[in-house]
């Protein structure tokens, strides 16, 4: 069997390589104001998905038995519903309706089977939504505040120094669980399964974006 440490280890290069390249919200080679315009759309994006996340945790945690990973969830929680009034904030401040935002269908549908999974073991919720759903945050936020940098870097500096560090930890949440509960070769393909379906579900989600985008085009 693989220790659980080196699981978690390959299962975190498994889920890079699953994502190179994949992300495609965001145009790197794009003219200023077509970068802007996107960043603008995520950034919106993500005061729904902070909301969402919020209603999501609190949802899960009566469902998570173990303590030691319980007594973490509320301050994710905490670190959600601040990063919501952070980006709404910051939205107002430039000049835009944050609620005026409507998702995708395929992005509401995937907050709702979140929310839906948390009577599913804790060992598949933390791989799927701390692990795999962090984990990518992080990757795409990295993306948002290079290509932020020039063209609104007020925008850039908030999420570099008030939001990345929380889904770092947010994401180290998800390693934690699956160190501690990933223990078998059965657990570690419950793990494994959990993330894959995680990945296809998000990227499903980014699919059905970049296709209103080029719509739009």
Same mark, same amino acid.
């Given at each position: 069997?693989?220790?659980?440490?080196?699981? !978690?280890?390959?299962?975190?290069?498994?889920?890079?390589?699953?994502?190179?390249?994949?992300? !495609?919200?965001? #145009?790197?080679?794009?003219?200023?104001? !077509?970068?802007?315009? &996107?960043?603008?759309?995520?950034?919106? &994006?993500?005061?729904?998905?902070?909301?969402? %996340?919020?209603?999501?945790?609190?949802?899960?945690?009566?469902?998570?038995?173990? $303590?030691?990973?319980?007594? =973490?969830?509320?301050?994710?929680?905490? #670190?959600?519903?601040?990063?919501?009034?952070?980006?709404?904030? @910051?939205?107002?401040? =430039?000049? +835009?309706?944050? #609620?005026?935002?409507?998702?995708?269908?395929?992005? +509401?549908?995937?907050?709702?089977?979140? !929310?839906?999974?948390?009577?599913?073991?804790?060992?598949?919720?933390?791989?799927?939504?701390?692990?795999? /759903?962090?984990?990518? %945050?992080? +990757? /795409?936020? *990295?993306?948002?505040?290079?290509?932020? &940098?020039?063209?609104?870097?007020?925008?850039? *500096?908030?999420? @570099?120094? @008030?939001?990345?560090?929380?889904?770092?930890?947010?994401?180290?949440? /998800?390693? $934690?669980?699956?160190?501690?509960?990933?223990?078998?070769?059965?657990?570690?393909?419950?793990?494994?399964?959990?993330?894959?379906?995680?990945?296809?579900?998000?990227?499903?989600?980014?699919?059905?974006?970049?296709?209103?985008?080029?719509?739009?085009?």
């Amino acid at each position: 069997m693989t220790d659980a440490r080196d699981f !978690v280890r390959d299962l975190a290069q498994e889920n890079a390589a699953f994502w190179r390249d994949r992300d !495609v919200r965001l #145009d790197r080679g794009a003219p200023p104001a !077509v970068r802007r315009e &996107q960043i603008r759309y995520r950034m919106r &994006q993500g005061v729904y998905n902070e909301l969402r %996340s919020v209603e999501l945790i609190a949802a899960w945690i009566p469902h998570v038995p173990e $303590r030691e990973i319980r007594d =973490l969830l509320p301050g994710q929680l905490d #670190d959600e519903q601040r990063h919501y009034q952070l980006l709404r904030r @910051r939205v107002i401040e =430039l000049g +835009e309706d944050p #609620d005026a935002y409507r998702p995708l269908p395929e992005w +509401e549908a995937l907050f709702d089977w979140l !929310v839906a999974c948390r009577a599913r073991p804790t060992l598949e919720k933390l791989a799927m939504f701390q692990f795999a /759903g962090e984990t990518q %945050s992080c +990757e /795409g936020f *990295e993306t948002l505040i290079a290509l932020a &940098q020039e063209i609104d870097p007020e925008t850039a *500096e908030l999420y @570099r120094t @008030r939001i990345l560090p929380d889904e770092y930890r947010h994401a180290a949440i /998800g390693r $934690r669980a699956l160190t501690l509960l990933a223990d078998t070769p059965a657990a570690q393909a419950q793990a494994r399964a959990a993330c894959r379906e995680m990945n296809e579900r998000i990227f499903a989600a980014y699919r059905a974006h970049r296709v209103r985008v080029d719509r739009r085009a």
